[in-house]
Structures are given as structure tokens and as C-alpha cells.
């Protein structure tokens, strides 16, 4: 098996460059990537959205997406969603499905969790239905074509009479549009669901999860969505009220804030931990891997989220700064110890100050600097500081010297 080819189209109102957070949106068997037309204008109007590059890429035979005429599974689809992210792109991305397109999304998340950066599942599950029923489904589309669904897709679709309040809206443009899908593309999506099975795989799943489920789905329930949330660490379930299957279309408002929440939830904790990994790569550099192991290891549930601080803020943001050079930050620390009277703080930046390039008549040079404002009693204690580190230093080295 082959991945099939598929379109993708960008949504306009952000800048086209690769350096906005890139949305994907998939649509659900049968309909197009119009599915998501309402969820994407409140997105456009949403301050926390508003830059997010939107694409939307069709199933085969869907939409914009070519006819696709050999089997394929969902983990091909998934393959033929990166590489249309690749041709846009690459990188890491945001992705939201429903039904089927639910289920592509949870399979990038489960196959390439480094390129998925939140994920929403609608109306969708790590299985749907049975291996019988898509069968079935894919042989009536062949013998009868897809306008034989629609009176099927309405009922399965849409609440109990949304399609008579919308009066022609795009409710009923969506069940137009299946009339138009490729009956063999349709054919071959209902097979790969036959197959797509990664229930098991659930619980290792790391990647923030939302789970979307409308009050009248009988076909992915909000019981089967609720199952799919609890089995995935730290996911969670929002049942839509008033809605069915196609949840998003009709209840866009809703969704629309679903995702928008949780994408930024996301790109905040993504900063969060590039912060911090800058910042551990800082901190070691200058303090050195055995004082940072110790404190590490001296971490408490108590501690832990003022390490977090420390390593991000102080480490991971002012000292990563390049207007100032390690040497120069280092003089700023050790004059701002000493005159803040911080003695327990000295020792650890003296000698961060030698790890940073200063000698040692520099570092008492500027404890010397330093006594003229910060006062004779407070640099004195800083002298006596840096002495017992610089003997600290000649005792290893000496006992380094001697090892046969």
C-alpha cells in the first residue's frame, strides 16, 4: 500500500511564513474541508488564533483532494498529511479532525508525536464501528454511489431537526457536497477504517488531547469519546450540547473556542519547556553538571516549581541574553551579591565567574570595586568567600596532581 495524494489549502488572514504555528484541520468521511468554514472565520477573529497559518487538506476523491484507486490504511493518510505539511512547511503543527480525519489526527499523534503539538479529536476514537459495517458501507458506495448516503449521512450527521432550523445552510450544502465525493475514494476511506485499530495505544500517549463529542451522536457516542479521554494521560472530554456527528459544523462557536484554548494551552507550554531546556543548557554551562545535579536531585514536590522558575527565568531567559557576555554577567552577580549581603550565593559565582573566563585577581578586583558602594563589612565577607573557594580549588587540584 501507497499513501494516496492529497490537497491541502491555506485559510487567508495570516502571514504566510513558516514562522506563525500551523493549524491542520481534517474533515470527516464523506464531507470537505467547507466542514470546518464556520470553526475557521471565528478562529480568523480569535486574538489567541489570529496568526495561526490554517490548512485544510481533503480525504481522497474529497474536496480538492484526486480520486484515489488502490487500498491504503489510515497510518497512509496520516504519512499523506505530513507531506503535504512538509510541501507547506514542515515542522510541528496543531491538528484537529473529525471521524475519520479524527482518526488520522490520532494516529500522527500516536506514530510521530514530535510533530504534533496539541491534538483535537471530534467525534472520532482510536476505533469506530466495525470491520462489518465499513465493509458493508463500502459496498453499497460501490454498487449505488454515494447519493445513495444522504438520507443515511443526514440522520447520522445532524441533530434531531438542525437541518430544518438552518433552512438550507451549510448543513444541507455539506450533504450537496456528498453527493460529488468519488464513490471508489469513499469506498477505500470505509476500508481503511475497517482496519484502524490504536486502542492499545492510548495510554503511552503524550501529546494534549481534547476530546469533542455531540449529545446526539449515535455513532461515536460522548460514552465511547469519555472511554477515549480517560484511557490518555491528561486528556479530557467536552460534550457539545444540541449537537450530533458533525459536531463542528454545528455548533461552531463552541468548537472554535475548544481549539483556540487548546492550541494556546499548547504553544504556552511549548515556550514553557524551550525556555526551560535553554535555560538547563545555561545553567550547566555555568554552574557546572555536578552543582546542577545536586540540585536537581535535592528537588522536592515543595521545590519543584521554583526550580522550574529559577531555570526558566533566571537561566533560561536574562542569562541567555547576548547584550551581556558570560564575563560581564558574572561581575554584575558577584557585585550584586556582595552588595546585597546574599553569602550563601557567593561561593556557587565565584566560581561560575572562573567557569565564565575571569582569573582570580579579576574576581577580586571586582570585590574591591565593589566595597566602595556595597561598604567594607559586606566585601570583606565576600573576600573570605572567594578565598575559601580558591583554596577549595588548589586543595582538588593538588590532589589531582598526586593521583598515580
Known sequence: MTAPRLLGSFVPGAAPSGSNPLLVLRPSLGTTSALWDGVVSRLRADRRTAALRILRVDLPGHGASPAAHEPFTVADLADAVLAVVEEAGGGAFHVAGVSLGGAVALELAVARPERVRSLV??????????????????????????ASLVTGSAARWFAP?????????????????????????????????????????????????????????????????????????????????????????????????????????????????????????????????????????????????????????????????????????????????????HENEIAMHVRAALRNGLSRDEIAEVLLHTALYAGLPAANSAFAIMRDVFAQADAAASDADQTP
Open 161 to 341: 431537526g438542525f437541518l430544518d432550523r438552518e433552512g438550507g445552510g451549510p448543513g444541507a450544502a455539506s450533504l450537496g457536497r456528498l453527493v460529488d465525493v468519488d464513490d471508489e475514494s469513499y469506498a477505500r476511506c470505509a476500508e481503511a477504517l475497517a482496519t484502524f485499530d490504536r486502542t492499545g495505544d492510548l495510554p503511552e500517549l503524550r501529546v494534549p488531547l481534547l476530546a469533542i463529542s455531540g449529545e446526539h451522536d449515535t455513532v461515536t457516542t460522548p460514552e465511547s469519546m469519555d472511554d477515549l479521554a480517560d484511557a490518555v494521560p491528561g486528556a479530557r472530554h467536552v460534550v457539545l450540547d444540541g449537537a450530533s456527528h458533525l459536531a463542528v459544523l454545528e455548533e461552531p462557536a463552541a468548537a472554535a473556542e475548544l481549539i483556540a484554548q487548546q492550541a494556546d494551552e499548547a504553544e504556552r507550554a511549548g515556550a514553557a519547556s524551550v525556555a526551560h531546556d535553554r535555560g538547563m543548557t545555561v545553567r550547566r554551562e555555568v554552574l557546572g553538571d555536578a552543582h546542577v545535579d545536586r540540585a536537581v536531585a535535592g528537588t522536592t514536590s515543595e521545590t519543584a516549581a521554583f526550580q522550574d522558575f529559577l531555570t526558566r527565568t533566571a537561566w533560561g531567559d536574562v542569562w541567555a541574553r547576548p547584550d551581556l557576555t558570560r564575563r560581564e554577567r558574572s561581575i554584575a552577580t558577584l557585585a550584586s551579591l556582595t552588595t546585597g549581603g
Open 121 to 146: 479529536v471530534s467525534c472520532s476514537g482510536a476505533r469506530i464501528g466495525t470491520a462489518e459495517g465499513w465493509a458493508e458501507r463500502a459496498a453499497a458506495v460501490r454498487a449505488s454511489g454515494t
